[in-house]
């Protein structure tokens, strides 16, 4: 069995496999193949196949199986794998408390907070009749006021407190930055300290580089 990341190009689980062209770039020959599943967003939404459903009843991506038969399907828990894994020398991940705090803190807010106010879709899409809610104009209202007062200060919090080196905790809320940046880039532009992040810190790296190309 290989390690297989369910995966649709520029959807969440490319913030699995950014992370994961991070770690090959800095153990370069250590890491084993990643197989990625590559899933058509015409039709993901309305159509799941059965094999994700098989280890994912939700019918979402990410959705990761490990060689060994582990299945996560929340894109911060398989970075955070990823990490613990695969980031022997802590280079990506420090695992001293504070660090880990820090970390997980910022994992569960970009990916259960800050992510959602960007999204079209929903987590329980599949018993929803629209299955891209994040359409509907009193959503995107809701959304727009909630990342102008909440969101995106928070996050402006998150860069201004960083370590002095790339982290895995700048994946997790920089893939959150960068869809504002494809999505809303009026609402990225409103915060010159997310928007000279993205492009000085997020755009320019050749792991993200890579994966949003995959």
Known sequence: MKNSLWHCSRFRSTRCLWLFRELELLYPGELPELNLISLDETTLR??????????????????????????????????????????TEEKLLRRDANSMARHDMIAHYACGTADNVLATSSPI????????????????????????????????????????????????????????????????????VLQSFHDKEIATRPAYQAAMEE
Not at 149 to 157: C, F, I, K, M, N
């Open 125 to 192: 899409q599949r018993v929803l009749d629209d299955p891209r809610p994040g359409y509907q104009e009193n959503v995107l209202a809701a959304n727009e006021k909630a990342w102008h007062q909440l969101v995106a200060p928070t996050l402006e919090d998150f860069v201004k407190s960083r370590p002095p080196f790339f982290s895995a905790s700048d994946v997790i809320f920089g893939f959150t930055i960068a869809a504002c940046a494809r999505k809303f880039p009026e609402r990225l532009a409103a915060f010159p």
């Open 46 to 87: 309305t159509e799941k196949p059965e094999s994700l459903l098989k280890v994912n009843r939700q019918g979402k991506v990410p959705t990761f199986q490990s060689d060994d038969g582990l299945v996560l399907f929340e894109s911060a828990a398989i970075c955070n794998y990823f990490c613990r894994r695969f980031d």
